[in-house]
Nanobody, 120 residues
């Protein structure tokens, strides 16, 4: 299983970005897919996941939206009203199971990450 993130970059506060995660090797439609992020000097943290429902960290609720395109085997993270504290490397992850998954250990496969930098 191979996950490749894209769509990161540098934007000003208040701007938007859409991250993509292309999954190959196995389908992404029957299992939980998630996004995590790691800011400099901090531990990696949960951002959002999608299974039969979606779930978000409180810090991004109302600003970020996770979706999936099963035909393209791709998961997206639409990020609006970005803040400097959203600056981090964003990682896509695939679980081997369905259901809400909030912990790193719930996921078996990870991408290499994409850098998101928000300037104030």
């Amino acid at each position: 299983v191979h996950l490749v993130e894209s769509g990161g970059g540098l934007v000003q506060a208040g701007g938007s970005l859409r991250l993509s995660c292309a999954v190959s090797g196995r389908t992404a439609d029957a299992v939980t897919m998630g996004w995590f992020r790691q800011a400099p000097g901090k531990e990696r943290e949960f951002v959002a996941c999608i299974t039969w429902a979606t779930y978000y960290a409180d810090s991004v609720k109302g600003r970020f939206t996770i979706t999936r395109d099963n035909a393209k085997n791709t998961v997206y993270l639409q990020m609006n009203n970005l803040k400097p504290e959203d600056t981090a490397i964003y990682y896509c992850a695939r679980s081997n199971y369905g259901g809400i998954a909030l912990r790193e250990q719930d996921y078996a496969y990870w991408g290499q990450g994409t850098q998101v930098t928000i300037s104030s």
